[in-house]
């Protein structure tokens, strides 16, 4: 014969409220598991772009500095060939034309 526990209700209560509390807890890491996954995934994608970003910037400062030098260059040969005509009294082919035309009207106007 089985022998009958009056405080089996209570052994009982206790077993599930234990129950219950572990499943809790395994959800509740689970759960905070998925947070943790989606809170990497969101920080890579973020700084996926915030590379893209830099990249584009540095590049852009890349293409700004070779523009700026190669219009410096420019310049300075422009300015090179200029001086050096001007110190041994070369002209150009546009400059000669020019000269012509004027020195042209000028004999016109003596006339």
Request: proline letters at 1%; zero cysteines; aromatic letters at 6%.
């Amino acid at each position: 014969m089985t022998e009958h526990n009056p405080y089996k209700w209570y052994k009982d209560l206790q077993d599930g409220a234990e129950k219950s509390r572990k499943e809790q807890a395994e959800n509740f890491n689970k759960s905070l598991a998925k947070l943790g996954k989606n809170a990497e995934a969101k920080r890579q994608a973020d700084q996926e772009l915030f590379n893209k970003a830099l990249q584009k910037m540095h590049d852009e400062n890349e293409e700004r500095k070779e523009n700026e030098i190669a219009r410096a260059k420019t310049e300075a040969a422009t300015k090179a060939e200029q001086e050096a005509r001007r110190k041994f009294g070369t002209r150009t082919e546009n400059e000669k034309r020019n000269d012509e035309a004027l020195r042209q009207m000028l004999r016109n106007m003596k006339l």
